[in-house]
């Protein structure tokens, strides 16, 4: 086992120590209840959680609550002040501009996962900052990590009980955060890659673009994923030495 593996699980159980204690489940805020809230809801049921779901419409939340194991739904405030972790499954001007002065007191030391794909535009320049950087900006107290866009909201259940793992990177410049973070996309049924800094962020929403690039048939939206595979060393010298 690497040291880098080490201390992702070390600051798993450090981070789970801190928001989680002995006994208790993790309680999840998920702010959002569209295709993607709604996939993670169900992903995350009966995996050790609490669910407090909280929607612009709120019928759309509560009725979700009345499908999901141990999920129940409510307003954004208290939503957001039950749970430790808080997924933000909103587009992000919608996060910035509206959700973030709402709750902004509210998410102090809480972990604050973006999941939005904003993409570019055909014809814009890349943003000089990413979704999450904009987050961060507008959520200082919270340490906001981005994980889970480079996965379809239609095939995540599917996905994550595959035989095949698909890999989850995850940026943020908080590796508690990171930690806890790895910790539920891996009760999911992913295996998880810590991308570095939140300012890597960047890369991480361009990698499913990315992606749509290398196949871009009418339903590759809904189907592609990333598993990183790591080449032992033995393994990348013969490799080498079949190209040289």
Same mark, same amino acid.
């Not at 998920?30 to 009966?46: D, Y």
């Not at 669910?51 to 939340?61: G, Q």
């Not at 102090?108 to 996962?113: E, G, N, S």
């Given at each position: 086992m690497n040291t880098q593996t080490l201390r992702w699980r070390e600051g798993t159980a450090r981070?789970?120590?801190? %928001?989680? @204690?002995?006994? !208790?489940?993790?309680?999840?805020?998920?702010?959002?209840?569209?295709?993607?809230?709604? =996939?993670?809801?169900?992903?995350? =049921?009966?995996?050790?959680?609490?669910?407090?779901? #909280?929607?612009? +419409?709120?019928?759309?939340?509560? $009725?979700? =609550?009345?499908?999901? $194991?141990?999920? +129940?739904a409510g307003p954004l405030e208290w939503a957001v002040a039950n749970g430790d972790v808080v997924i933000l499954a !909103?587009?992000?001007? +919608?996060?910035?501009?509206?959700?973030?002065?709402?709750?902004?007191?509210? %998410?102090? /030391?809480?972990?604050?996962?973006?999941?939005?794909? @904003?993409?570019?535009?055909?014809?814009r320049e890349r943003p000089e900052l990413s979704a999450a950087e904009r987050i961060a900006q507008a959520m200082p107290a919270g340490h906001v990590v981005k994980a889970l866009n480079c996965v379809a909201a239609k095939r995540l259940g599917e996905l994550s009980s595959s035989h095949e793992r698909l890999t989850i990177p995850v940026a943020g410049d908080d590796m508690w955060a990171k930690a806890c973070v790895a910790d539920l996309v891996q009760r999911i049924g992913f295996e998880t890659a810590d991308a570095g800094a939140l300012s890597s962020s960047r890369w991480v929403e361009?990698?499913?673009?990315? *992606?749509?690039?290398?196949?871009?048939?009418? /339903?590759?939206?809904? #189907? *592609?994923?990333? @598993?990183?595979?790591?080449? $032992?060393?033995?393994?990348?010298g013969a490799i080498q030495g079949g190209t040289s």
């Open positions: 981070r789970r120590a801190a %928001v989680m @204690p002995s006994g !208790t489940k993790t309680a999840i805020s998920i702010v959002g209840c569209g295709q993607m809230g709604t =996939a993670l809801a169900r992903a995350l =049921a009966g995996k050790g959680t609490r669910l407090f779901l #909280t929607s612009r +419409v709120r019928r759309s939340a509560a $009725q979700l =609550a009345r499908q999901v $194991q141990g999920a +129940v !909103t587009p992000v001007d +919608v996060t910035c501009e509206e959700i973030a002065p709402r709750i902004r007191g509210l %998410v102090k /030391d809480k972990v604050l996962i973006d999941v939005s794909n @904003p993409g570019l535009l055909e014809g361009g990698l499913s673009w990315l *992606l749509l690039q290398i196949d871009n048939s009418a /339903d590759a939206d809904e #189907t *592609l994923g990333l @598993p990183l595979v790591r080449v $032992q060393a033995a393994e990348a």
